[in-house]
């Protein structure tokens, strides 16, 4: 077809294409701004609609575009997005491209094609992810050889990575299944005995995706051949990707419960690659929005048979993610699992990113539930879950969310539990979550044993002057009635705290001290402590000089100065910017990248600050015996504890 046919057709009452062909033709632009089409909506959604549905008028924008010749390279993905695009991005926009692209076979040969379609998988950035977006149409239209589709739908594949747009692929795949099933079947074959992880994949989804169209009377009988190859193969990795194939499968609501059965017969869990594959074929079928309830209760009970602290990471990530998703609809029943899997390494980020999840959606929809959960996670693993919320920027969307709730009897629990881990988290989250108190009755209820584990671990736990004054606050009721030597060590503690941090500690036992005998006569102690302590300050013993404690503090002063240097340093956020870069001081900055300066921009004044325990700087060592004390005396606790329970 001649291009004066599309010319004829977009000459019919204003033809909102053609201009913008003509427009980007005169601008020779690649930065086309989008036109404002107005009233003409209609107008234009009625030419997008005749390129989708008519080849020949798609044959004709083509050749508008590429009057002398199709290029090799990846201008042409330019400017075919580049041409409608400039009408906004929608649905029909990109399967009117789809309708372009997939024409181009009438112009090329077989050989041109294909080359066209390698160039795809080379194209960097944001403008690759653009053109997969008019994938599904384009592979709706267009019959590949099976061989090259094999190669150019893995080279995509690698392409894409980890992307989150990997969706649009896949849904390629389920269009080639049901528009070319001989092409899916012969692309399987060719996939066949290959290592890659890509090639793997991909073999897994079309076989899976053509056993339910087999299932449905919608394949031949070439499907079970195929299909028995891959299941009795000698190749690990092709059983492997029958095995997987069986979650597309039961995406389109496949899969029987005999199926199912079938499939975990097979399940071997001895190594970390053969875990990871169970767990995550049971999990993904859990996850199918239809299961029946049949295969939901049996996926559940191989679940909660087979989970265990000894699995696999990559089956612990599998496991998490799927009780995510099940929790954030508000389904509890599988929370136990992660519970059961512990203890998770602190360096699986992407799992611990997910049970954040878990905890974000519980204690949105079901506080009482986060409370009994996470009981039960710091239970099996607080020593992680302590140090991952100690990681710079760790749980920040957790902590965020839990400021506003009640959580100070489940604070207090951890606080006073009989397991060291519990009561560091503890006291971690008093400080962290600013509780300022307990339940009464929790305080009451209290044995003697576990207030004194309670008020040892705050002795060798370094916490915010106003948390330590606040907690032992708390204590007070229960201390007056404790053994006398814990009174008075008790004591010791109130009149230490209050000198070591002068500013909040000793301004709260102030602010609280009416009513409480104890706080008052602590109050009185250290105010006079301070009293005598300026009178020597202003005496003439300052006058006297030690020698080398001027050189001293001026390399304490620069040592502590490069420490609060390099921490900030690692921390900031043009760390993540950019490899190197250089503090300046000034009023204003502006960014210079790739021979352009950026518009100038004031710098925004922020301050903060933070009281030093000072009695830490002044007798370290003291305070170092006081936290050996502390933990022989939980040590023996400790022993004497396990000795009643084992009685």
Request: hydrophobic residues 40%; charged residues 25%; contains cysteine.
């Amino acid at each position: 077809m001649r291009p004066g046919v599309i010319m004829n057709y977009l000459d019919l009452n204003t033809p909102i294409l053609l201009e913008i062909l003509k427009q980007q033709d005169a601008q020779q632009s690649d930065n086309v701004e989008p036109i404002q089409v107005g009233d003409l909506e209609e107008k234009l959604t009625e030419e997008l609609n005749c390129i989708i549905s008519d080849a020949q008028t798609s044959l004709g924008i083509l050749r508008l575009l590429y009057p002398e010749k199709i290029p090799n390279s990846p201008q042409f993905y330019a400017r075919l997005n580049e041409f409608l695009s400039c009408v906004g991005w929608s649905i029909q926009v990109e399967q009117a491209i789809g309708s372009i692209w997939s024409v181009t076979p009438e112009i090329l040969t077989v050989e041109e094609f294909e080359e066209l379609l390698r160039i795809l998988p080379s194209i960097e950035g944001y403008p690759f992810f653009k053109s997969l977006r008019s994938l599904p149409h384009f592979l709706s239209r267009v019959k590949l050889r099976p061989e090259f589709a094999a190669e150019w739908l893995s080279s995509i594949m690698r392409r894409i990575g980890n992307d989150l747009a990997s969706g649009v692929f896949w849904e390629s795949l389920g269009i080639i299944c049901e528009k070319h099933p001989g092409i899916a079947l012969g692309t399987i074959h060719c996939l066949y005995g290959s290592d890659d992880d890509s090639d793997v994949a991909i073999a897994a989804f079309l076989l899976g995706t053509l056993r339910a169209l087999a299932k449905q009377k919608k394949m031949s009988d070439d499907f079970d051949v195929l299909e028995s190859e891959y299941f009795t193969s000698t190749n690990a990795r092709m059983r492997s990707a029958y095995r997987r194939s069986w979650v597309q499968t039961a995406q389109r609501g496949q899969m029987s419960l005999e199926d199912l059965q079938k499939l975990a017969e097979q399940f071997q869990l001895k190594t970390p690659v053969e875990q990871h594959e169970a767990f995550w074929i049971v999990c993904r079928s859990l996850l199918v929005p239809t299961i029946p309830q049949e295969n939901y209760d049996f996926c559940l009970t191989w679940l909660m048979t087979n989970v265990s602290a000894g699995i696999s990471p990559e089956a612990k990530y599998s496991v998490v993610d799927c009780v995510a998703q099940y929790v954030e609809n508000n389904n509890l029943e599988l929370l136990d699992l992660v519970v059961n899997i512990q203890p998770i390494p602190i360096e699986n980020g992407g799992t611990w990113g997910r049970l954040e999840h878990i905890l974000v959606s519980l204690q949105k929809n079901n506080l009482e539930a986060f409370t009994e959960f996470f009981t039960k996670l710091a239970n099996a693993n607080a020593s992680t879950l302590l140090a991952i919320m100690h990681e710079p920027r760790s749980f920040e969307w957790f902590f965020n969310e839990v400021n506003s709730k009640d959580l100070n009897e489940m604070v207090g629990k951890l606080c006073f539990s009989n397991d060291s881990k519990c009561r560091k988290l503890g006291l971690f989250l008093f400080d962290k979550l600013q509780v300022t108190s307990f339940p009464d009755v929790l305080v009451e209820n209290l044995s003697e044993s576990n207030l004194c584990l309670a008020f040892y671990e705050i002795q060798r736990t370094h916490m915010n002057g106003g948390s330590i004054a606040n907690i032992l606050i708390c204590l007070i009721p229960k201390i007056l009635s404790a053994e006398q030597s814990l009174q008075d060590d008790f004591y010791d503690e109130l009149v230490l705290q209050a000198k070591n941090y002068s500013g909040l500690c000793l301004e709260e036992f102030e602010r609280r001290a009416e009513g409480i005998p104890l706080l008052q006569k602590v109050t009185d102690t250290v105010n006079n402590y301070f009293t005598l302590l300026k009178d020597i300050h202003n005496s003439s013993v300052c006058a006297m000089d030690v020698p080398g404690y001027r050189l001293a503090r001026r390399n304490y002063a620069r040592r502590f100065n490069n420490e609060v240097s390099k921490g900030a340093e690692e921390l900031s956020v043009f760390s993540q910017l950019c490899k190197k870069y250089r503090l300046l001081y000034g009023r204003s900055w502006r960014t210079f990248m790739q021979g352009n300066l950026g518009e100038s921009t004031a710098l925004k004044q922020f301050s903060n600050s933070i009281e030093m325990p000072r009695i830490e700087l002044i007798d370290p060592e003291g305070m170092a015996f006081r936290r050996l004390h502390a933990s022989a005396q939980i040590d023996a606790l400790s022993k004497g504890i396990v000795l009643e329970e084992e009685a």
